[in-house]
């Protein structure tokens, strides 16, 4: 059952909400319980099995976690085990369902080992989600946070079904509190109405932007070597454009119907594409997926270097790392450990591997610049020229982060290299296709239209499904590029834990007024109108 | 030590760290202000924030910072507790 279905929306997100609000007369407990429940139902849904290998993995952490809690002040070893054993525990079930199919076949391939185990089995939805959830709360366990929680409370911390599945990816402490609050639970209809306009926008970005664009990428990335520069680039920028407005789509769906129960999630994708550095950029893709990484991989590594260099009595200011030795230690290392494992958590396949490598790079070149390139001072900048570098910047992140989803995209690293091959112009150029009514518009600009078709930039290509409208992408990029994300839409009731950056102007900020419920209205008729074609969302399979 | 004083100090290791004399720091700054302030240079802030005044951070306590003054009331408890 995903969010943007008939079966959602009108039967389980009423009857989720009506018992809610009866739970709530109650008691705060009644409600938690209540919010427990329905999402295991919601789980159920997809496959009842797994609702016991979900509430066994919930057992295991609490029982685990209350274990590190009793531990939390003394500085024993003892509690460095427990944590280990439970990180295994819960990594064990992950590695089977999702990477010990694709090892077993690798060393079959190989030749490591001659047998064909033929091993199949179905990833249960959300585990990699559920599982960082947890991990984290182990973690957080250990340093004694979240001892108020109690089972049931975590039971809704874990499951609560606007996150269970695909993120954000929450910390104990940010929703422990609210589950502990009674206030939490008192229904208001301002958290309703806020709730449901958040809800609206992610879900007319995945139905409206993301899920007509599925088809056409389908095509393009089952050949592709096939396809001359400009074809490649329509397909590699259709995928970047669906994955964003798929995911954030379902990140702002997630945080609407959070708030619409009166919980605030933070904040997942802050406009990622308007990013002017690499670094930037993984502060706003996926955020809490960076936070995650930052607080269990990067920082211990780093922290760990670190304190090994002063200890040694090297420095580790800015200017000891403009040494070679101190940016391979401080900068390097972390960021290839940390990128690699989140590349290939994203699936068993080397072309996640080869993701992960890449934004590594990306990363660290990034650093290099920041510490050995020109200093360059904006104040005195003409406007222009400021905003120049600044779009440049904007554009370098963009083709970078594109160049590496086509890797997150194909179905194989050869795959990948044909389609990375084509975009870079080695299978020939061609012209962009443009529909035969622009161009006969275009015939009437006299010399434009001249010059433009004998340098065969472009051609009168009638366009078929199989490629992606350049009108349809251009679109899109006006979305991402020029107008404000969901957070800065709806500021002024922030529905939201993290802070919001940047302000949308006043007539495109949400009010509870006429005008935007009719604008929200049409957005929700124009989606619903078309279920049809919707997807299952691209994360669900991680 | 007074509240004064520990910024003082800590202003001079987050300009050192961030190689930025002229950077100034209140208790509502955020890392977001400065730009140069990432993940990097921020487990630098707080190795060189451990080795200045003799204490150790964990790992949830460096996340949940918000501001420049809560990273001052967190040094500030820790010195009570090493001196308790």
Redesign the interface.
């Known amino acids: 059952m995903v969010f943007s279905s008939y079966p959602f929306l009108f039967l389980f997100l009423p009857i989720a909400f009506v018992g809610y609000c009866l739970a709530a007369r109650f008691g705060a407990t009644y409600a938690v319980g209540w919010l427990t429940l329905s999402s295991l139902g919601f789980y159920a849904v997809w496959n009842p099995v797994f609702v016991i290998f979900l509430l066994c993995s919930i057992a295991f952490n609490y029982t685990i976690g209350r274990a590190l809690l009793a531990r939390a002040h003394d500085d024993s070893r003892s509690s460095n085990w427990l944590l280990a054993l439970g990180v295994v525990g819960n990594l064990l079930p992950l590695a089977y369902f999702k990477y010990l199919g694709a090892l077993l076949s690798f060393a079959q391939h190989v030749s490591l080992i001659s047998r064909d185990f033929d091993f199949k089995v179905i990833l249960p939805l959300g585990i990699s989600f559920f599982t960082f959830t947890q991990i984290g709360y182990l ?2 366990c250990q ?1 004694g ?1 979240g001892k108020e929680i109690d089972l049931v409370r975590y039971s809704a911390f874990v499951t609560f079904f606007p996150h269970l599945i695909a993120g954000p990816i929450l ?1 104990i ?1 940010e929703i422990g509190p609210q589950l502990l609050n009674s206030e939490t639970f008192r229904i208001r209809w301002r958290n309703v109405a806020v709730g449901l306009s958040f809800f609206i926008i992610g879900l007319s970005k995945k139905v409206l932007l993301a899920d007509s664009l599925a088809e056409v990428v389908k095509i393009g990335f089952a050949h592709p070597g096939d396809f001359r520069m400009c074809t490649s680039w329509l397909y590699a920028l259709a995928y970047a454009l669906q994955l964003y407005f798929d995911f954030s789509g379902y990140s702002d769906m997630a945080i609407g119907l959070a708030a619409m129960f009166g919980i605030r999630f933070p904040i997942n994708f802050d406009s990622p594409y308007k990013s002017t550095s690499m ?1 930037d950029y993984w502060q706003r893709f996926h955020a809490t997926l960076t ?1 995650y990484l ?3 991989l ?3 590594v ?2 760990r270097v ?2 090994r260099r ?1 200890a040694a009595g090297l420095g ?4 000891d ?1 403009r040494t070679l030795s101190g940016f391979a230690s ?2 390097v290392v ?1 960021v290839f450990f940390t990128m690699t494992l989140a590349g290939i958590w994203h699936g068993a396949g080397f072309q996640f591997l080869l993701f992960g490598l890449m934004h590594a790079a990306y990363l660290t070149v990034n ?1 290099a610049w ?1 510490m050995f390139g020109p200093k360059l001072n904006k104040d005195g900048l003409n406007r222009w020229v400021a905003a120049g570098v600044t779009g440049s910047k904007v554009l370098l992140t963009f083709v970078a982060a594109v160049a590496a989803m086509v890797v997150f995209r194909a179905s194989s690293v050869s795959d990948a290299m044909g389609m990375l091959a084509g975009m870079v112009g080695m299978h020939g150029f061609d012209a962009i296709p443009v529909p035969s009514t622009a161009m006969s518009v275009l015939q009437h600009l006299g010399p434009i239209s001249t010059f433009l078709t004998r340098t065969h930039h472009v051609l009168a290509v009638p366009i078929d499904d199989s490629i992606p409208a350049p009108a349809s992408l251009a679109l899109r990029l006006f979305i991402v590029w020029a107008l404000p994300n969901s957070q800065q839409i709806m500021a002024k009731f922030s529905p939201t834990l993290t ?1 919001i ?1 940047g302000a949308a102007p006043v007539w495109l900020t949400w009010q509870p007024t006429v005008r935007w419920a009719l604008v929200f209205g049409v957005l929700l008729a124009a989606s619903l109108m078309s279920f049809q074609q919707t997807k299952v969302f691209l994360y669900f399979q991680f | 030590m007074e509240s004064r004083k520990i910024l003082e100090q800590l202003t001079a290791i987050i300009r050192d760290a961030l190689d930025d004399q002229t950077l100034v720091l209140t208790p509502e700054t955020t890392a977001a202000d400065v730009p140069a302030w990432d993940s990097l240079a921020h487990i630098n802030i707080v190795v060189g924030t451990e080795m200045a005044f003799g204490i150790k951070f964990k790992t949830a306590e460096l996340e949940q910072l918000r501001n420049v003054g809560e990273f001052l009331s967190l040094i500030e408890q820790k010195l009570k507790a090493n001196q308790g």
Do not use: F
């Open positions: 973690v957080d340093e946070e910390h402490r670094i936070r930052t607080l269990l990067y920082n211990p780093a922290l670190q304190r002063m580790v200011s800015r200017r790392q401080l900068v972390p650093h920041r802070a950056r």
